[in-house]
């Protein structure tokens, strides 16, 4: 039986995932939210830094079940990403928030961790 051991001596960097969970209040809001995110926001945190991005619906959760669309974005490395949330995460948040406000019954979830 073979085992890897990582070397110690030239550690890899750690990939960073960062999950934006919007719940939404009706299916037209989630349908406007979506095609904002497909037409440019998800480009922007990508020419930002990350070097990937996924858009998911998730399934419903009653009771409430309203409308959840989860995005993830993989940054390379954590210096990537911090700099994307010093540099650039605070105009795209205030954008989206113009556009999705609290007021209209949007809520943001936002989580990051290491991709293991």
Do not use: K, N
């Not at 990939?15 to 989630?30: H, M």
């Not at 619906?57 to 994307?84: G, K, N």
């Amino acid at each position: 039986m073979t085992t890897h051991t990582p070397s110690s001596t030239h550690p890899s960097p750690q990939r960073i995932c960062y999950q934006v969970v919007a719940t939404l209040p009706d299916e037209p809001t989630a349908h406007e939210y979506i095609a904002w995110l497909q037409d440019g926001h998800v480009d922007q945190v990508l020419a930002a830094g990350a070097h990937s991005a996924l858009m998911v619906r998730l399934d419903p959760e009653p009771p409430a079940a309203h409308p959840r669309v989860m995005t993830q974005y993989i940054f390379s490395t954590r210096d990537t990403f911090d700099r994307y949330i010093a540099l650039h995460a605070p105009a795209l948040r205030a954008d989206g928030l113009s556009r999705f406000p609290p007021a209209r019954g949007i809520t943001f979830a936002r989580h990051q961790g290491v991709v293991l």
